[in-house]
């Protein structure tokens, strides 16, 4: 009888490894901490705690730049914080002096607001780049923190969406 | 890469997420669901005239079945975390769950059942056969190499009610692929509980008409005769499932047409213009109503063998086609507009590319390489050798 299940036997021997080789990966891959807080690894949260700071935050560059801070008061982009264009700049803030920011393409870095949309609102101002500028960096034209152009009728291309 | 939109959408819509891969894979899944059920019928509801398709069916099953998830592996960004899925399975998510539904049709059911039917086989070519060969039969063995009368007995025993097991596992394992879109509450195209059902019924539609072709073709290339009895059956079963298929969807259309919520000024308008070749000419006309004509022709009227053969050859074709297209208007035309319902934004399929044409095309070839390495390692019909077709009597399997 058990000759013509034996093979039968040899496949659940089989199937059993598989099951075991399995168990044994995941009790040894999946982390300790795998599930204590929710479906993640509940070490994640300290370790993510104990990275360093990347953004100083603009009240912080705002101490410093202050030329800047009334530069933008005078325009619309007063309540965009500054490393929201320039990025993270903890490293700028505690050692300034060696530490500097890199110079911003403008050409991309104004695009990823202001590239025109269907989706936008209306009143936002929003330029196809291309037909705008023609590939020309925005602060030839536009000074960044305060940028509207105070006499647009020289400058301002027949093809221009709204401002 | 310029995108052109049509009215309003909103900027995470512009650009499709689920590219042709994603239109694959219920595709692939579906035959795979398809063939098994025909392999079924012969196996659990005794339907003898099936018999010689009964283990190319299986087969066919297998070589999709394997390449089913590399649509789904090279959509993602990080295919190795798919293991994931096994080791730290999230069971509130239908897709992690799918990973064990696709694991339990592929090692508890079909690898199972190919191997309890072949076992005799798989038994004899380890003894007759020599080198790698022998060996790849041997370590198939798993070392035993009774095949008593007794022993068989208990293997077609257990093949029957793998097969049992196997249906609802078939249709599980498709419904699922139906579930995952009509549960999408967001998406007004998707959402309806009619989608898994559609979905299973899809898939029996095209998995037959495939393992029918390839029937057809293998025969014919194998110079033997066709065995029309068979061709007739699987046929008849293919036009009734069609039938049911496509009263099920327009049953679901009429619901919406009637129905006429909020979405359906915008999707009646989206399947008007973008959706109009893929979903009325090609899905519609071509790939449903047309074979179900021509299937039902060869109910009604007397006609030739040959006549026969090649209305089914057609009818098998224009099903497999309409069924892709199928899986394309619910995978693409499901993204193609707003959820604001004020505008539409286009497919741009690129060509080679991790999702583009070209792998896309390397997946739908791929299962017919695994077919004929299958085949040849386990050939689904008993002789091997071609021999004049005027000779020749039905291939069927020993199962």
């Given amino acids: 009888m058990f000759k013509d299940i034996e093979h039968l036997v040899r496949l659940a021997a089989v199937m059993a490894i598989a099951l075991i080789a399995f168990a044994t990966m995941r009790a040894l891959v999946v982390p300790r901490s795998f599930g204590e807080y929710g479906h993640y690894r509940g070490d994640a949260i300290a370790e993510i705690a104990a990275r360093p700071v990347a953004f100083a935050g603009h009240d912080v560059c705002e101490a410093c730049h202050i030329d800047v801070v009334e530069q933008k008061k005078q325009g619309k982009h007063v309540v965009v914080p500054c490393e929201a264009c320039h990025g993270a700049q903890a490293k700028h803030a505690d050692d300034p002096a060696s530490v500097k920011p890199a110079k911003l393409d403008t050409a991309v870095v104004c695009a990823r607001c202001h590239e025109a949309n269907s989706a936008k609102p209306k009143g936002f101002p929003q330029v196809a780049t291309a037909d705008h500028a023609g590939g020309l960096a925005c602060d030839i034209c536009h000074q960044p923190h305060r940028p509207k152009i105070e006499t647009p009728a020289a400058t301002k291309p027949a093809t221009e969406g709204k401002k | 890469m310029q995108i052109p939109v049509e009215g309003f959408m909103y900027p995470n ?25 025909l392999a079924s019928l012969e196996r659990v509801f005794r339907v003898e005239a099936v018999k010689p398709t009964y283990r190319l069916a299986l087969l066919t099953a297998l070589a999709f079945l394997l390449v089913a998830p590399l649509p789904l592996q090279l959509h993602l960004g990080h295919p190795e975390r798919s293991l994931e899925m096994y080791l730290t399975p999230h069971r509130s998510s239908a897709m992690a769950m799918f990973g064990f539904v696709y694991l339990w ?7 199972l059942e190919i191997w309890l039917d072949y076992r005799r086989d798989i038994v004899v070519k380890s003894q007759t056969t020599t080198g790698v060969t022998r060996l790849i039969y041997r370590v198939l063995t798993l070392g035993s ?24 596992s078939a249709f599980l394992l498709h419904g699922y692929v139906g579930f995952i879109f ?15 059902i559609v979905f299973i019924f899809s898939a029996m539609v095209s998995g037959i008409a495939v393992v029918m072709l390839l029937y057809m073709i293998s025969t014919r290339l194998r110079r033997r005769e066709i065995d029309i009895c068979c061709l007739d059956k699987i046929a008849q079963y293919l036009f009734y499932i069609f039938v049911i298929d496509f009263s099920l969807e327009m049953l679901d259309l009429l619901q919406r047409i009637y129905e006429a919520d909020e979405s359906f000024r915008s999707l009646d308008f989206m399947v008007h213009t973008r959706l109009w070749t893929s979903q009325v000419i090609v899905q519609i006309v071509c790939g449903t109503v047309t074979p179900i004509v021509l299937l039902g022709l060869t109910q009604i009227l007397s006609l030739t063998d040959t006549v026969r053969k090649r209305i089914y050859a057609l009818a098998g074709c224009l099903t497999v086609i309409g069924i ?17 319902f004020l505008g539409y934004t286009t497919y741009k399929m690129a060509f080679a590319t991790r999702e583009g044409l070209l792998t896309a095309i390397t997946l739908l070839i791929l299962p017919f ?11 689904p019909w008993p002789d091997a050798g071609p021999v004049p077709a005027s000779g020749a009597s039905p291939a069927h399997g020993t199962s």
């Fill in chain 2, 13 to 37: 819509e512009v650009e499709l997420q689920w590219s042709i891969l994603i239109v694959l894979y219920p595709f692939i899944t579906g035959l795979v669901a398809g063939a098994f059920i």
């Fill in chain 2, 182 to 196: 009509g549960s999408v509450k967001a998406n007004p195209w998707w959402s309806s509980p009619l989608m898994p």
């Fill in chain 2, 369 to 379: 390489i695994f077919l004929l390495v299958l085949v040849k390692l386990l050939p």
């Fill in chain 2, 324 to 340: 892709f297209a199928m899986r394309w208007n619910v995978v693409i035309g499901g993204q193609l507009f707003s959820k604001s």
């Fill in chain 2, 145 to 168: 190499s009774n095949i008593s009368e007794r022993s068989l007995h208990i293997d077609e025993r257990l093949g029957y009610f793998i097969t049992v097991i196997g249906i609802p």
């Fill in chain 2, 105 to 111: 049709y592929l090692m508890a059911v079909l690898l």
